[in-house]
RNA sequence: GCGGCAUUAGCUCAGUCGGUAGAGCACUGGAUUGUGAUUCCAGGUGUCACCGGUUCGAUCCCGGUAUGUCGCCCCA
């Protein structure tokens, strides 16, 4: 068993029953996009590597110990899995001028890959819905993306799922930020922990996040970042925060809410849960209005935030959410060779009566297709044998509570008369729950 | 990347104080010739994750590896 090859570690299959219930959750996830006027955009997996490098900081983690980066042998380039989407949509923006004309909604959904330690809720291949607006310089956008993640969890039928907000400033604001931060904690390094140390020059604004009780009250004296945001950024956050309120949507602002990605400014969000133990964010994004002019393009503003589709599964299904399991609508039994044959024209037939059709393959005997038949969830057996084939008809047999017996039916009307069954029992079914 | 815990049939798990193992569910076949789901009967050698050590003998003890899981780091 283990002589076998194994998927990579953190790179799980996700099996029938499990993609069922992913390709529901994306379902919803589209038409909440296309209620937004959100459209699709799909990128590559690889980029070279130096767009990740730019875009999202040469001392982030990720940058610096997570990426999946090769030379392609064939020519030297330097590769990379994408670890995130964002740079990858801003540099295809870029590249067919996307923006040139008017700002634009975006969406994508796929894989991403990031090298770290898996555990529930985290994994080395993982997958992102990610939203992006370019070109738009908010708070509007940015207030309106918020509210969207609110709808997206009602659609989803999930609660507990809390915003927080914090403000980033810009990136002057935030450089004399840091500068006094790396200062302050300078003069006061004989406090700090090895960990704090280690991150004073490449990241001081983690130090903050520090769980350390030995370190609170150096933290707490610490210069703060809002003391340093000019009016215009103040106004930018106030902003956002009111029509959040207007919509009635409750938040947390969270001071210590830093981005692990270089690139964010002004307004980050994190959407969380206290269900999935330490993987609690489901959702993250920001403003990022220096990354496009950075990356090479025109200055432009833009927000965008992504989704963890893993996290939000697990968080569905600790929620005792389970998809309703729906068969086909018909399952074709058939025994000798001339109702074998007519059974293919039969199943066609319904398919082009838009009747989703099982047709048994493999043989055997009639108990143990009639068997597949109950157990493929199928509403109706349709039923073949050499007296059928030779009238030219078949044995139409609920199995369920559609119809009313098991009846014979002539080839010609067969899909219809089970479409009319099928209405007629959803029909039923929906009176009953009302 | 660091530390803790786990790994027995397709699934969920029990078990052997060291003498190579079981349940439920699922699955397959059958209960008079063409009818499921209910009922009855029958059916499991699974390298007890892998590799090595101790031992007369290890699935059970010890070490390593792999994978999962919990926490840390970080993040979706």
């Given at each position: 068993?283990?002589?076998?090859?194994?998927?990579?570690?953190?790179?799980?299959?996700?099996?029938?029953?499990?993609?069922?219930?992913?390709?529901?959750?994306?379902?919803?996830?589209?038409?909440?996009?296309?209620?937004?006027?959100?459209?699709?955009?799909?990128?590559?997996?690889?980029?070279?590597?130096?767009?990740?490098?730019?875009?999202?900081?040469?001392?982030?983690?990720?940058?610096?110990?997570?990426?999946?980066?090769?030379?392609?042998?064939?020519?030297?380039?330097?590769?990379?899995?994408?670890?995130?989407?964002?740079?990858?949509?801003?540099?295809?923006?870029?590249?067919?001028?996307?923006?040139?004309?008017?700002?634009?909604?975006?969406?994508?959904?796929?894989?991403?890959?990031?090298?770290?330690?898996?555990?529930?809720?985290?994994?080395?291949?993982?997958?992102?819905?990610?939203?992006?607006?370019?070109?738009?310089?908010?708070?509007?956008?940015?207030?309106?993306?918020?509210?969207?993640?609110?709808?997206?969890?009602?659609?989803?039928?999930?609660?507990?799922?809390?915003?927080?907000?914090?403000?980033?400033?810009?990136?002057?604001?935030?450089?004399?930020?840091?500068?006094?931060?790396?200062?302050?904690?300078?003069?006061?390094?004989?406090?700090?922990?090895?960990?704090?140390?280690?991150?004073?020059?490449?990241?001081?604004?983690?130090?903050?996040?520090?769980?350390?009780?030995?370190?609170?009250?150096?933290?707490?004296?610490?210069?703060?970042?809002?003391?340093?945001?000019?009016?215009?950024?103040?106004?930018?956050?106030?902003?956002?925060?009111?029509?959040?309120?207007?919509?009635?949507?409750?938040?947390?602002?969270?001071?210590?809410?830093?981005?692990?990605l270089d690139y964010y400014n002004l307004t980050v969000f994190e959407w969380v849960t206290d269900r999935l133990g330490a993987q609690g964010t489901v959702c993250a994004g920001g403003r990022y209005d220096g990354l496009i002019g950075q990356l090479g393009g025109?200055?432009?503003?833009?927000?965008?935030?992504?989704?963890?589709?893993?996290?939000?599964?697990?968080?569905?299904?600790?929620?005792?959410?389970?998809?309703?399991?729906?068969?086909?609508?018909?399952?074709?039994?058939?025994?000798?060779?001339?109702?074998?044959?007519?059974?293919?024209?039969?199943?066609?037939?319904?398919?082009?009566?838009?009747?989703?059709?099982?047709?048994?393959?493999g043989g055997g005997s009639f108990k143990s297709q009639m068997k597949k038949a109950d157990g493929s969830g199928a509403a109706f057996a349709v039923i073949i044998g050499d007296d059928e084939a030779a009238a030219g008809e078949v044995s139409l047999k609920p199995?369920?509570?559609?119809?009313?017996?098991?009846?014979?039916?002539?080839?010609?009307?067969?899909?219809?008369?089970?479409?009319?069954?099928?209405?007629?029992?959803?029909?039923?079914?929906?009176?009953?729950?009302?």
């Open positions: 068993m283990s002589n076998n090859i194994q998927a990579v570690r953190g790179m799980p299959d996700i099996l029938p029953d499990e993609a069922e219930f992913w390709e529901l959750f994306e379902d919803t996830v589209r038409a909440w996009l296309r209620g937004y006027g959100y459209r699709p955009i799909r990128m590559p997996i690889v980029e070279p590597t130096p767009l990740f490098t730019r875009a999202i900081g040469e001392v982030t983690d990720i940058v610096e110990k997570e990426m999946y980066s090769f030379v392609d042998s064939l020519n030297g380039e330097p590769l990379t899995l994408r670890p995130e989407g964002t740079a990858g949509c801003v540099r295809a923006a870029i590249q067919h001028n996307l923006t040139a004309q008017q700002p634009q909604r975006l969406y994508y959904l796929g894989q991403m890959f990031r090298h770290e330690r898996p555990q529930k809720g985290r994994y080395r291949q993982f997958h992102q819905v990610g939203v992006e607006a370019l070109g738009f310089a908010g708070p509007d956008i940015d207030a309106e993306m918020i509210l969207m993640g609110a709808r997206l969890w009602a659609d989803l039928g999930l609660e507990g799922i809390e915003l927080q907000l914090n403000t980033l400033g810009q990136p002057d604001e935030r450089a004399r930020h840091r500068a006094d931060l790396i200062v302050y904690f300078e003069e006061r390094k004989d406090l700090l922990d090895e960990d704090a140390k280690r991150r004073l020059y490449s990241n001081p604004l983690r130090i903050l996040d520090s769980k350390n009780p030995a370190m609170q009250e150096t933290i707490a004296g610490a210069p703060k970042l809002i003391d340093y945001l000019g009016e215009a950024s103040l106004e930018h956050f106030s902003a956002v925060q009111r029509i959040l309120k207007d919509a009635g949507l409750p938040f947390t602002i969270n001071p210590r809410l830093v981005r692990g025109k200055a432009q503003p833009a927000c965008g935030f992504a989704m963890g589709v893993e996290r939000l599964i697990a968080l569905i299904r600790e929620s005792g959410g389970e998809p309703a399991k729906r068969g086909t609508d018909v399952y074709v039994v058939h025994a000798g060779e001339a109702a074998a044959r007519m059974a293919f024209r039969v199943a066609e037939g319904l398919r082009d009566g838009g009747i989703d059709t099982i047709l048994h393959c199995l369920r509570e559609a119809g009313d017996g098991q009846k014979r039916v002539p080839v010609d009307q067969l899909a219809e008369t089970i479409m009319d069954a099928l209405l007629d029992w959803q029909d039923e079914n929906e009176r009953e729950e009302a």
